[in-house]
């Protein structure tokens, strides 16, 4: 079996504003999927809150509360490679496809409905595939700076030059990344986002996903990917609220405009002039509008 490594629990001890209880979904591969799971199991809406690179589920404590406040359910899984998931060594057993699958046999899973998709960054970029795999699961949509990976639309400066400085730092300092992307951070909200990673080795994951982009139509998710664009312009009947992160260099608001054409009766985009990429950290507003219209 390839080399697989746990985070130790301690390094998840006292993190800043995370009182949740890890949960573990065994996929099929033996490999174990982190989850957090807050609130009455037959709530009236499931928030599903998926992460992107290189951060985990404890990108959404800030917006956790307020929908679980609302007397809701929240999921929250980390992505094989990120948080407290496993991490397999090898850069290749990560692959769009894979990750979808474990996305869609935790909703089988838990048999999650009513779901509002949360979905940022890869969170977007896998999430935006799995409604039309079982439509009836989901009412609704809350869409933050992310995109579809279609390989037929060049890939925008902005990404080229994340995946190169990705590429360039195999040992990234997550927690430096965090605090210049989003300058309120404290420092032990900072070091948080890197507690899953004591060393390169388990950064595997967290380099795979730029290569993962789709870049060309034949590229794994591509196809796919082209498959929901047309399922969120054509068939998507449920609620719909897109936020932009204005200050986002690589899906900001030129990115996100193009998506917000696709999205069926998706109405005007709140802007969060001050928002970065990763918009979740200023995400209270966004959380109580959401809850409100979705």
Not at 7 to 14: L, M, N, V
Not at 205 to 218: C, K
Request: hydrophobic fraction near 40%; include cysteine; aromatic fraction near 10%.
């Amino acid at each position: 079996m390839a080399k697989v490594l746990r985070t130790p629990d301690e390094r998840f001890a006292s993190l800043s504003g995370w009182p949740h209880e890890p949960r573990y979904l065994q996929r099929p591969d033996g490999l174990r999927l982190h989850y957090l799971d807050e609130g009455p199991q037959q709530a009236a809406r499931t928030w599903l809150c998926l992460h992107g690179q290189p951060t985990w589920s404890y990108l959404y404590r800030r917006m956790i509360p307020v929908f679980a406040a609302a007397g809701d359910r929240v999921v929250a899984p980390d992505f094989l490679g990120f948080g407290r998931s496993d991490k397999p060594v090898d850069e290749a057993a990560y692959t769009f496809d894979s990750h979808r699958d474990s996305l869609l046999n935790l909703v089988e899973a838990l048999d999650l409905r009513n779901i509002v998709l949360v979905v940022q960054d890869w969170g977007g970029l896998i999430g935006l595939t799995l409604s039309m795999a079982a439509p009836a699961r989901y009412a609704s949509l809350l869409v933050m700076n992310t995109t579809l990976g279609t390989g037929d639309r060049p890939l925008g400066d902005g990404f080229l030059a994340w995946r190169a400085f990705s590429n360039k730092n195999p040992d990234m300092d997550i927690a430096r990344l965090m605090r210049r992307a989003c300058p309120h951070l404290s420092d032990a909200e900072a070091a948080a986002y890197a507690a899953p990673y004591p060393d390169a080795t388990y950064k595997a994951g967290v380099r795979r996903f730029p290569n993962l982009v789709p870049d060309r139509p034949d590229a794994g998710g591509a196809a796919l990917s082209r498959e929901a664009r047309d399922f969120w312009r054509e068939s998507w009947t449920g609620k719909s609220l897109m936020a932009i992160g204005m200050k986002d260099p690589v899906l900001g608001p030129p990115v996100m405009r193009a998506l917000h054409d696709v999205i069926r009766n998706c109405p005007a985009p709140m802007e969060i002039a001050e928002g970065g990429h990763f918009l979740q950290e200023w995400g209270e507003e966004i959380a109580r509008n959401a809850v409100k219209v979705l």
